[in-house]
T-cell receptor, first 116, second 111 residues
Framework: DAGITQSPRYKITETGRQVTLMCHQTWSHSYMFWYRQDLGHGLRLIYYSAAADITDKGEVPDGYVVSRSKTENFPLTLESATRSQTSVYFC???????????????FGPGTRLLVL | KQEVTQIPAALSVPEGENLVLNCSFTDSAIYNLQWFRQDPGKGLTSLLLIQSSQREQTSGRLNASLDKSSGRSTLYIAASQPGDSATYLCAAHNYGQNFVFGPGTRLSVLP
């Protein structure tokens, strides 16, 4: 399927477990982003990537790890899940044709994560 | 640090009304500002992107304006329809920074 996809769409896990959320885009966009959306906080940037093997922290990176070995994939790993990481996670991509990330972003459908 | 607010938090209007959603930002040195729509349980869909050099953008019944000097953007929806019901978010992009999103305005258009 063309576009940007996320898997799983729903995930329940327990405190202390490692969880990986997957993001895949078919446009060969340079930039990819991970956000979390919480009531009262809106959308907050966790990590972003300007290209394969280039990643950088966003506003709330603690407790998360990312990698980008291929342009089309940008997995987000919660190394030891905590209840405060219960949230809806969105992946997004942007062409970055101007060399800047501040262009139209295209969002995936989200992953709802519940940490018990 | 850029901060983005949106007023009102929620809005309910009868079908056919014209309406305005507001977005305010604290740092006027923005590169562009984007409006998104989010349906319940779904991701965000880009509606309009206004570059810092532009004053407005239009797409169908939607018109977004940008006033950097006052730190404001408005989204105007003409002849609202029940299908317009969703949450509308704005996001400000500053030079050297990433998107900063507002909390959103939840719109309900009643038939």
């Amino acid at each position: 399927d063309a576009g940007i996809t996320q898997s799983p769409r729903y995930k329940i896990t327990e405190t202390g477990r490692q969880v990986t959320l997957m993001c895949h885009q078919t446009w060969s966009h340079s930039y990819m982003f991970w956000y979390r959306q919480d009531l009262g906080h809106g959308l907050r940037l966790i990590y972003y990537s300007a290209a394969a093997d280039i990643t950088d922290k966003g506003e709330v990176p603690d407790g998360y790890v990312v990698s980008r070995s291929k342009t089309e994939n940008f997995p987000l790993t919660l190394e030891s899940a905590t209840r405060s990481q219960t949230s809806v996670y969105f992946c997004a991509s942007s062409p970055g044709t101007s060399g800047l990330p501040q262009e139209t972003q295209y969002f995936g459908p989200g992953t709802r994560l519940l940490v018990l | 640090k850029q901060e983005v607010t949106q007023i009102p938090a929620a809005l309910s209007v009868p079908e056919g009304e014209n309406l305005v959603l507001n977005c305010s930002f604290t740092d006027s040195a923005i590169y562009n500002l984007q409006w998104f729509r989010q349906d319940p349980g779904k991701g965000l869909t880009s509606l309009l992107l206004i570059q810092s050099s532009q004053r407005e953008q239009t797409s169908g019944r939607l018109n977004a304006s940008l006033d950097k000097s006052s730190g404001r953007s408005t989204l105007y929806i003409a002849a609202s329809q029940p299908g317009d019901s969703a949450t509308y978010l704005c996001a400000a992009h500053n030079y050297g920074q990433n998107f900063v999103f507002g909390p959103g305005t939840r719109l309900s258009v009643l038939p």
